[in-house]
C-alpha cells in the first residue's frame, strides 16, 4: 500500500465494485436509474466507496504476494545472505499490511490508536533492515567493510525507536481519522526518524547501482536494474507519509483513494521485481529453473488469492442484487477463481516456457519429452503383463511368464494365472538349439515345447541377441497355429521385443550418464557462484563446495595412509600445496601437516581433559582419527553413547573443516595483497 500515514481504516465499505463499474461505463443518472431498478439504494455504491472496495482488495494481494515471496525465499534460498534480508523487509510489509486490515475492521478510535502505535514495531525497523539488505549486496560483489558496531547499533536504535512510538509521544501522538483514512500526529523525534529512514534508503539505493556497475554479465546487470528499480518497494509500502503533513482538505477525498490504489500497484509490481532479481542471487541452480519455479510460484500462489478476493467482492456484490444469502456466490466464485487459476497455468503452459526459456526451449522441450517417455520398471512390468494376458488368451492358456536375460541369466519380470519361481525359470532353455538338447524338449513350429510350457524366445531387432523368454503353460490349442492367431502371435511377441530392447538401450544411456550427473551438478552449482563478479567469483574454488566436509573426513579416515588422502580433492589447495613444498615436495604429506595445524589450532588452551565439554570435539578427532581408536572405545573414554559420539564428531568435522576454509582464505586473500603490492 502507498502510505497512508501508518494505516489507513479500511472502511466498513461494500465490495459491490459490479454497480460502480455499470455507472461509470453508462454514466450519470441514467446509471443510477437503471441500478435502482435492479437492486435496493443501499447497494448501490458510490465512487468513494468503489475506490476502497479496490483497495482492500489490492492491499490484501500486496501482504499476501509479500507473505507469498517470503516462503518461497526461505524454503528456495534461504542459504543467501541477500534472501535472508531481504525477507526481514518483507515481514516489516507483511506485518504494516496486516495491522492496517486490522484498522480496517476496528470498532473504535481507541483501539486504532493502539493498532497504530503497535504499526511502528514494522515501521522502526524497516531503516535497519534496509542496512541489512544493502551489506548483503555489496558482499556480493566486494569485500565488505561495513563496521560491527554500526550494524549492532542499528538494531538497538531501531528497538528504541519503536519503544517509544509504541509508550510514548515523541514520535507519534494523537490520532486522527480524515477522509477515511487514519493516522498520527507527529512528535519531536519523527523528523529525525525520518531523516534516518531516507538517508538509509538513498545509501542503500545508490549502493545498488554501484553493485550493478560491477557486474561483468549482460544477465547479472539486468537482474541488478530489476533490483535498483524495486528497491524503494518496502519503504512504499511501510512509511507513514501522511505524518508528514497530512491529507490537504481541500483535495477531493477519492484523490486520496486513487493515489492509494496506484501505490499499491507500484508496490506490487515493484516487489515482484525485487524478488524476481533476489531469487537468482546465492541460488545454485539454472537460471531457467529459478526462473520457471518462481513465475509459476506467482502464478498460482498471489496471483490466484488476488483474483480469488476479487470474485469474492464480485460474489457479493450479486448476491445483494439477487438478494441472495450471504456466501451464497461469493465463496463459490473464489473457489471457481482459484480452480481457473490453476487450469490456466497448466494449459499455458506451452506459452508460459516460450516466454521464459526462449533460446533454450527446443532443448527444454526434448527433455520434457524425455523425462514424460522415460520407461520405468513399473512401466515396462504393466506393458508385459498386457501382452502376457493377451498370448495367454490367444492361444486359451490359464498361466504365461514373461522373463528378462540379464548377465546370462534370466530373470522374471511378469507372470499371470500363478506364481513361476526364480529357480523353475533358471533351468528353462533359452534357445531353441539348447532346447533340442534339454531333456523332454523339442522344437516345433517355433516354439519350444518342454514340460508342459511352450517357450518362445525374444531377441533383438537385429535377431543378434537374446533379450528374454516368453512361455505358455499347457495351452489348449495345438500347433501349428492357425496363420491368423500365428500373426497376431507375432505382432504381441515383437510389441515385447521393442520394450525390452528399448529398455536395455535406454538403461545403457542412463549408466553412461551416471558418472557425469555430479560433474554436471557441480557446473550448474558454479554457474550459480559466478553469476555476479567480485566475491562471488573469487569463491569459486574447492572451499565452495558442498562436498568439502565429506573430503576433510575422507582424509582423516586415511590419515596414516590409503586412497582417500592420496586422491583427496583437498591435495588442490593452495595451502596444502604450500605446506607441501616445506616438506619435499610431498602433496600427502602437506595435507596431513595441514590437518594437524588445523587441528591444534581446535585444540582448546590449558592441560587436557578427555570429559572437558571444551576439549570434546579435539578429542574426538584425535582419538579416532590420530590414534586409530575404535567408535566404542573413544565412546567409552570420552562419557558418551555411540549415537551422541557419531552426532558430535560431524560437529567436530564441521568445526574443522571451517578452520581449513579460513586457512585457504586466508592464504589467497595475502597473495592477492601481494599481487596487489606488485602493481603499486
Avoid at 533383438?460 to 523368454?469: F, K, P, Q, V
Wanted: charged share 15%; with cysteine.
Amino acid at each position: 500500500m502507498a502510505r497512508t500515514g501508518s494505516g489507513a481504516v479500511l472502511s466498513q465499505a461494500h465490495l459491490s465494485i459490479l454497480p460502480g463499474i455499470i455507472q461509470w461505463m453508462l454514466g450519470g443518472g441514467a446509471a443510477q436509474r437503471w441500478c435502482r431498478l435492479v437492486m435496493p439504494d443501499s447497494v448501490i455504491m458510490n465512487w468513494l466507496e468503489l475506490l476502497i472496495g479496490a483497495n482492500n482488495v489490492l492491499s490484501v494481494g500486496i501482504g499476501a504476494t509479500a507473505f507469498a515471496l517470503q516462503l518461497y525465499l526461505f524454503f528456495y534460498n534461504r542459504e543467501s545472505r541477500v534472501a535472508r534480508s531481504f525477507g526481514g523487509l518483507l515481514i516489516c510489509v507483511v506485518y504494516v499490511y496486516l495491522t492496517d486490515l486490522l484498522m480496517g475492521n476496528a470498532q473504535n478510535s481507541h483501539l486504532t490508536e493502539v493498532l497504530l502505535r503497535w504499526q511502528w514495531l514494522g515501521i522502526a525497523f524497516t531503516p535497519t533492515l534496509y542496512l541489512e539488505f544493502t551489506r548483503a549486496i555489496r558482499r556480493v560483489v566486494q569485500q565488505d567493510h561495513f563496521p560491527p558496531w554500526l550494524r549492532i547499533g542499528s538494531y538497538i536504535l531501531s528497538g528504541v525507536i519503536a519503544l517509544l512510538a509504541v509508550t510514548t509521544d515523541l514520535v507519534v501522538h494523537n490520532g486522527t481519522v480524515r477522509q477515511g483514512a487514519a493516522f498520527l500526529q507527529p512528535g519531536p523525534l519523527f523528523y529525525a526518524f525520518a531523516l534516518l529512514f531516507i538517508l538509509a534508503l538513498v545509501w542503500g539505493l545508490q549502493q545498488t547501482f554501484a553493485a550493478r556497475s560491477r557486474c561483468y554479465t549482460h544477465a547479472a546487470r539486468r537482474r541488478m536494474t530489476y533490483l535498483s528499480i524495486g528497491f524503494i518497494a518496502p519503504a512504499l509500502g511501510v512509511f507513514p507519509y501522511l505524518l508528514i503533513m497530512g491529507w490537504p482538505a481541500a483535495l477531493p477525498d477519492a484523490m486520496l483513494w486513487i493515489m492509494l490504489i496506484l501505490g499499491n500497484i507500484a508496490v506490487g509490481v515493484m516487489l515482484a521485481l525485487m524478488s524476481y532479481a533476489v531469487a537468482f542471487i546465492g541460488a545454485l541452480t539454472p537460471d531457467r529453473v529459478v526462473k520457471h519455479r518462481l513465475v509459476r510460484f506467482l502464478l498460482r500462489g498471489p496471483l490466484a488469492a488476488l483474483l480469488a478476493l476479487i470474485a469474492l467482492g464480485l460474489g457479493r456484490t450479486l448476491e445483494r442484487a439477487l438478494g441472495l444469502g450471504q456466501y451464497t456466490l461469493a465463496l463459490l466464485a473464489a473457489a471457481a477463481a482459484i480452480i481457473l487459476v490453476q487450469l490456466g497455468v497448466e494449459l499455458g503452459k506451452p506459452l508460459l516456457d516460450l516466454a521464459l526459456y526462449r533460446e533454450g526451449r527446443a532443448e527444454i522441450a526434448r527433455a520434457q519429452e524425455l523425462s514424460q517417455s522415460v520407461l520405468t520398471t513399473a512401466d515396462l512390468r504393466q506393458f508385459l503383463e498386457n501382452i502376457l494376458a493377451a498370448l495367454c488368451e490367444l492361444v486359451q492358456s490359464d498361466a504365461g511368464f514373461i522373463a528378462a536375460l540379464e548377465d546370462g541369466a534370466l530373470h522374471r519380470e511378469i507372470w499371470c494365472g500363478f506364481n513361476i519361481t526364480a529357480e523353475e525359470i533358471a533351468g528353462f532353455p533359452l534357445t531353441e538349439g539348447a532346447g533340442a538338447s534339454a531333456a523332454g524338449a523339442q522344437s516345433q513350429d517355433g516354439f519350444i515345447l518342454w514340460n508342459d510350457y511352450w517357450l518362445v524366445p525374444i531377441y533383438d531387432r537385429n535377431g543378434a541377441e537374446m533379450l528374454g523368454l516368453a512361455g505358455i503353460l499347457r495351452p489348449q490349442l495345438t500347433l501349428p497355429l492357425h496363420p491368423e492367431r500365428r500373426e497376431f502371435f507375432e505382432q504381441l511377441l515383437l510389441q515385447a521385443q521393442v520394450a525390452l530392447d528399448d529398455r536395455r538401450l535406454q538403461q545403457a544411456v542412463f549408466s553412461a550418464l551416471t558418472p557425469i550427473l555430479g560433474e554436471l551438478g557441480e557446473i550448474q552449482r558454479r554457474q550459480g557462484l559466478l553469476r555476479y563478479g567480485g566475491a562471488s567469483a573469487r569463491d569459486f574454488t574447492l572451499t565452495a563446495s558442498e562436498d568439502f566436509p565429506q573430503w576433510v573426513h575422507d582424509a582423516l579416515a586415511h590419515y596414516w595412509g590409503g586412497p582417500r588422502l592420496t586422491e583427496n580433492p583437498l591435495l588442490n589447495l593452495k595451502v596444502v600445496q604450500r605446506a607441501a613444498a616445506v616438506h619435499d615436495g610431498s602433496p600427502i604429506k602437506g595435507l596431513r601437516a595441514v590437518l594437524t595445524e588445523a587441528l591444534e589450532q581446535l585444540r582448546p588452551d590449558g592441560e587436557r581433559k578427555l570429559t572437558a565439554p571444551e576439549w570434546l570435539l579435539y578429542n574426538i578427532l584425535e582419538l579416532k582419527f590420530i590414534r586409530g581408536q575404535k567408535v566404542r572405545e573413544v565412546a567409552m573414554r570420552l562419557a558418551l553413547s555411540e549415537s551422541d559420539y557419531y552426532r558430535k564428531q560431524r560437529i567436530a568435522i564441521e568445526n574443522l573443516t571451517q578452520i581449513i576454509v579460513e586457512m585457504e582464505t586466508h592464504l589467497r586473500d595475502d597473495d592477492e595483497t601481494g599481487q596487489a603490492g606488485q602493481l603499486d
